[in-house]
Every structure is written in structure tokens, then in C-alpha cells.
T-cell receptor, first 113, second 111 residues
Framework: DGGITQSPKYLFRKEGQNVTLSCEQN?????MYWYRQDPGQGLRLIYYSQIVNDFQKGDIAEGYSVSREKKESFPLTVTSAQKNPTAFYLC????????????FGPGTRLTVT | RKEVEQDPGPFNVPEGATVAFNCTYS??????FFWYRQDCRKEPKLLMSVYSSGNEDGRFTAQLNRASQYISLLIRDSKLSDSATYLCVARTGTGGFKTIFGAGTRLFVKA
């Protein structure tokens, strides 16, 4: 079955530690995205990539980094510079044509204490 | 002003009721529109795209009014399983990175 996977589902870290969230898709989509969702708020775009080896900052990129070495994979690193990292992180992918409908992975819930 | 605004609700309706959600968007250049459904602590799932001519999928009907810059979702014959948060989404320009998600409207359908 085609889809997007994210791991882990839950992640707990101490303040000051970097952490990497995994996102893999087998939908053959060119574009991939990382969003953050906080309670009562809409999704906010962290980073996106429209093609392998290229990525761009979204609205709230500070304290995050990404890589796109393979079409299928778009990992997100939450660095110690991110001031409020506790959130629900969602990875999505889309084609690069038509209406760019986005499909989401199951998310990673990160808690930093 | 938020780019995509929705009434946060919650909407509490009995089974079998018809419920309507409205959403407004501020960017007149928005080109594509969607409704997503998000269950508690889960990822958003695409419910339907919204076309200018309006479109229907079973009990769900979506409408777009470009002149007034609003989108609507109508759910007929509500089921308990329809309880979720419904996200209104608008995309502007070329590329999925210009996709703006509303904060969502919560729906509770009760027996």
C-alpha cells in the first residue's frame, strides 16, 4: 500500500538535545512538507522540498533543519535552538501538478522537558 | 486577520442532523480549496477538494463562493462517526507550499 510513514509516534527528549524525526513516502511524490500543529492552531509550515537535494524554509523554520537526499525521505531535525519544540509534527507529500493535494503521515508527538 | 478563518465550534448535533460549516479566506488569488477531516490526535485526511461548480460526495457537499471568498461544507444525515475536526484549506500560487490550513471546526455528533 502506498503511503507516508513517520517514526516514532511519540518522542520524549530533554531540553538541549537535538532530535531527528523520520518521514518516508512511497507515493512517488516530488514534494514533501513538514508542519507543526499546536493546540487550537492551524498547521504551520516548517520546511518544504519540491525536489531531491533542494529544500526551502517555511514560515517557522528557526530551530529546525532538514535534508532531502532521496525522493522518498525527508527527515526533520529539531535542534536545541528551537525554543518551544513540544508539538505534534506532521509530514506531508504532494504531486507537483494540478491542485497539489497533500497527504499526511500519522505524525510524531514530541515532548521536550 | 488570519488567512483562513473558521468558527472553532464546537458544533453539537444529534445523529441525523444536517450541519454546515463556513470558512473564509483572505487572499483573493487562492486557487485550490479543500476540506480535511482530523480525528483527535491523528493526522488530517483529505475529505474533498472544493470546485467552483460545487461538488458532492455522498452525504458531503462542498461549495465555493469566490466573490465572497468563502467555502462551505454541508454534512447531511450526520453519523456518530462524523465527529471530528474539519479543516478548511486554501492554496495560493504554484506549489503546495502556499497551502494555508484553518484552525478547524470541531463537530460532535451525539446519539
Amino acid at each position: 500500500d502506498g503511503g507516508i510513514t513517520q517514526s516514532p509516534k511519540y518522542l520524549f527528549r530533554k531540553e538541549g538535545q537535538n532530535v531527528t524525526l523520520s518521514c518516508e513516502q512511497n507515493l512517488n511524490h516530488d514534494a514533501m512538507y513538514w508542519y507543526r500543529q499546536d493546540p487550537g492552531q492551524g498547521l504551520r509550515l516548517i520546511y518544504y522540498s519540491q525536489i531531491v537535494n533542494d529544500f526551502q524554509k517555511g514560515d517557522i523554520a528557526e530551530g529546525y533543519s532538514v535534508s532531502r537526499e532521496k525522493k522518498e525521505s525527508f527527515p526533520l531535525t529539531v535542534t536545541s535552538a528551537q525554543k518551544n519544540p513540544t508539538a505534534f509534527y506532521l509530514c506531508a507529500s504532494s504531486t507537483k501538478r494540478d491542485s497539489y493535494e497533500q497527504y499526511f503521515g500519522p505524525g510524531t508527538r514530541l515532548t521536550v522537558t | 486577520r488570519k488567512e483562513v478563518e473558521q468558527d472553532p465550534g464546537p458544533f453539537n448535533v444529534p445523529e441525523g442532523a444536517t450541519v454546515a460549516f463556513n470558512c473564509t479566506y483572505s487572499n483573493s488569488a487562492s486557487q485550490s480549496f479543500f476540506w480535511y477531516r482530523q480525528d483527535c490526535r491523528k493526522e488530517p485526511k483529505l475529505l474533498m477538494s472544493v470546485y467552483s461548480s460545487g461538488n458532492e460526495d455522498g452525504r458531503f457537499t462542498a461549495q465555493l463562493n469566490r466573490a465572497s471568498q468563502y467555502i462551505s461544507l454541508l454534512i447531511r444525515d450526520s453519523k456518530l462517526s462524523d465527529s471530528a475536526t474539519y479543516l478548511c484549506v486554501a492554496r495560493t500560487g504554484t506549489g503546495g507550499f502556499k497551502t494555508i490550513f484553518g484552525a478547524g471546526t470541531r463537530l460532535f455528533v451525539k446519539a
